[in-house]
T-cell receptor, first 112, second 115 residues
Framework: DQQVKQNSPSLSVQEGRISILNCDYTNSMFDYFLWYKKYPAEGPTFLISISSIKDKNEDGRFTVFLNKSAKHLSLHIVPSQPGDSAVYFCAALSNSGYALNFGKGTSLLVTP | ETGVTQTPRHLVMGMTNKKSLKCEQHLGHNAMYWYKQSAKKPLELMFVYNFKEQTENNSVPSRFSPECPNSSHLFLHLHTLQPEDSALYLC??????????????FGPGTRLTVT
């Protein structure tokens, strides 16, 4: 049973606009949430993370928002750039576990 | 070399072959992981090593055999694989397992095809 879900397989955004990638989870025991970016033929690259004690974390153009009551997190990219085109994976981890639970990914396309 | 490296990047093997995948991390981390990514499926954890000791074996068939000689190197020995084992095998490392050291850094992966 998948505990981390990314319900949008793809997203297309115009350059300069905001990209919003969504992720839902079912396990309330998750303590940490991470976003990874993946280009074809490469491994996932760590992007940004958030602890469950926070509701927002910002790093440059990337901001992750966490809504624990809704078991929902989102990644905002502002402004979006063509180089941001990639597959974005949401992942979650509990303090007592080792495995990152990944979603299936959302393919982002940023058009000029 | 920096980060996490994996060799080979591509591997084609028959079902009766024996081969090994290699992973090396240059980040000074203590934990290393093997993941499998099959088409249209999320990444699945296979094995976890922390300080060279195996701490997790996620019900992986015995035809996959991990080896961790030190904190910087991780191998995945393969023998008598099945075509359904064809996938992208990813290695990752983190400072430690769980807690505040949760950020895992991935290698580029080995694309394995079993014929």
């Amino acid at each position: 049973d998948q505990q981390v879900k990314q319900n949008s397989p793809s997203l297309s955004v115009q350059e300069g606009r905001i990209s919003i990638l969504n992720c839902d989870y079912t396990n309330s025991m998750f303590d940490y949430f991470l976003w990874y970016k993946k280009y074809p033929a490469e491994g996932p690259t760590f992007l940004i993370s958030i602890s469950s004690i926070k509701d927002k974390n910002e790093d440059g153009r990337f901001t992750v928002f966490l809504n624990k009551s809704a078991k929902h997190l989102s990644l905002h990219i502002v402004p979006s750039q063509p180089g941001d085109s990639a597959v974005y994976f949401c992942a979650a981890l509990s303090n007592s576990g080792y495995a990152l639970n990944f979603g299936k990914g959302t393919s982002l396309l940023v058009t000029p | 070399e920096t980060g996490v490296t994996q060799t080979p990047r591509h591997l084609v093997m028959g079902m009766t072959n024996k081969k090994s995948l290699k992973c090396e991390q240059h980040l000074g981390h203590n934990a290393m992981y093997w993941y499998k990514q099959s088409a249209k499926k999320p990444l699945e954890l296979m094995f976890v090593y922390n300080f060279k000791e195996q701490t997790e074996n996620n019900s992986v068939p015995s035809r996959f055999s991990p080896e961790c000689p030190n904190s910087s190197h991780l191998f995945l020995h393969l023998h008598t694989l099945q075509p359904e084992d064809s996938a992208l095998y990813l290695c990752a490392s983190s400072q430690d397992t769980g807690g505040a050291s949760y950020e895992q850094y991935f290698g580029p992966g080995t694309r394995l095809t079993v014929t």
